[in-house]
């Protein structure tokens, strides 16, 4: 209600409340570059369409009369207490949305008490987000590289920088055919400090011939060589393993054998997500690939899902299919655009208040009690 509260001193919310329409904004006043970046997608951007299409097919069934008039939003994730089921998704090269950048983002998250993942390609060394956030939860998203070492530099340093949890992203072994890069011939990691994690690293560095500042050119020329690599396989999973003691959580998942293979690899979690569309063009959406997913993972794995979120019922439906937690993506990167930190602040409390409306005009006080049966799929 603090918004109608507001309201009648005549103060309205300096950002939409419905999310959606945040693309527009930003493209009105940050121009085809950076909305370019964010909303671009793979191919004709079809299964950005399809993972939207997916949670909307699915309907609220609502039940009435069930007490609803205390509620708590906290869920257990990776073994952490978390105020409610949501945490920001790893987005790179957030210098291109605003010069604050990832530690106006992070520092919302911890305003927020959301977790956030802080991306292997941000455009700020992890050391000063961790600072930015104070003791705000943080977990570490690896691009795995070619290069042992660097991989390994990564997982110390993150660790050193209490960043809890490992997210290794899986569905970017290279980058995908997206039309609104190719179009504009950018690629995002080369912008500017875009792989600062990278330039500041000592093992990334020991690789390059020259100092990164006497030549620029081939230090991105390596780290585009290295920062990806097709070539890896499910055994490769156990050097991970050996340098990292905290939870492992697998992103990009959307195959139930995958799922088995994950828990077979002993990793403790995976992220259903087609990385919001952006990777494989006609792909199955995310929201149609959850439920198999979370059937393989029995309790063996914990399940979070992205890709498509948008609204407080689009995070209730997730739940609903047995994830745990979601991760947003480009709702946020559009916020930080606009309105740097208190942007980003702006859409986790829209999206945490809808979904907790959601939860009880639904009929429930908790997200521990959503099942399939909350929710009925209509025909495609
Ligand atoms: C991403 N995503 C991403 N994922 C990742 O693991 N590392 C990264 O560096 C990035 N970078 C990135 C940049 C931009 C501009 C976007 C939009 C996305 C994918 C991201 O973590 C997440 O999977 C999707 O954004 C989720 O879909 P929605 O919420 O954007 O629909």
């Not at 097919?57 to 949501?86: F, G, K, N, Q, T």
């Not at 998704?89 to 210098?95: C, T």
């Not at 956030?133 to 997982?155: I, N």
């Not at 050996?242 to 828990?263: S, T, Y």
């Amino acid at each position: 209600y603090e918004i109608y509260l507001h309201g009648m001193t005549g103060a309205v919310p300096r950002l939409p409340t419905d999310l959606t329409r945040l693309e527009e904004l930003t493209a009105q006043r940050l121009g085809p570059g950076p909305v370019g970046y964010v909303a671009g997608s793979a191919g004709t951007g079809s299964t950005a369409d399809a993972n939207r299409a997916a949670l909307d097919r699915r309907r609220i069934v609502p039940r009435m009369l069930r007490d609803v008039h205390e509620r708590d939003l906290s869920v257990e994730v990776l073994s952490r207490a978390l105020p409610a089921p949501l945490a920001l998704a790893p987005v790179g090269v957030l210098s291109i949305m605003h010069p604050d950048a990832e530690p106006a983002a992070a520092r919302a998250a911890a305003t927020q008490g959301v977790p956030y993942i802080l991306s292997s390609a941000s455009s700020t060394p992890m050391e000063q987000v961790a600072e930015a956030m104070g003791d705000g939860e943080r977990w570490f998203q690896l691009y795995w590289a070619k290069d042992r070492e660097v991989t390994r530099s990564f997982l110390n340093r993150a660790k050193a920088a209490g960043y809890t949890a490992l997210f290794v992203t899986l569905d970017t072994p290279l980058l995908a055919w997206r039309p609104r890069d190719l179009d504009q011939a950018y690629l995002p990691f080369l912008h500017g400090v875009g792989t600062a994690n990278y330039f500041t690293d000592p093992a990334f560095r020991a690789g390059l011939a020259k100092p990164v500042h006497e030549d620029p050119d081939a230090a991105v020329m390596h780290f585009v060589g290295m920062f990806a690599d097709p070539a890896k396989t499910w055994p490769d999973l156990a050097f991970l393993r050996e340098n990292w003691d905290g939870p492992i959580v697998l992103k990009g998942i959307l195959h139930p054998d995958d799922a088995l293979r994950a828990a077979e690899a002993g990793v403790d979690g995976v992220v259903v997500s087609n990385h919001g569309g952006r990777q494989v063009a006609g792909s199955v959406a995310a929201a149609d690939a959850l439920p198999r997913v979370v059937e393989a993972a029995a309790d063996r794995l914990t399940v979070l899902f992205d890709s498509g979120i948008r609204t407080g019922d689009d995070i209730f439906k997730a739940l609903a299919l047995g994830a745990k937690s979601v991760l947003v993506g480009r709702p946020y990167a559009y916020g930080l655009g606009l309105d740097g930190q208190a942007g980003v602040e702006h859409v986790i409390r829209c999206l945490l208040a809808e979904f907790d409306l959601t939860l009880a005009l639904s009929g429930h006080s908790r997200p521990g009690t959503l099942t399939a049966d909350d929710l009925i799929k209509e025909s495609a």
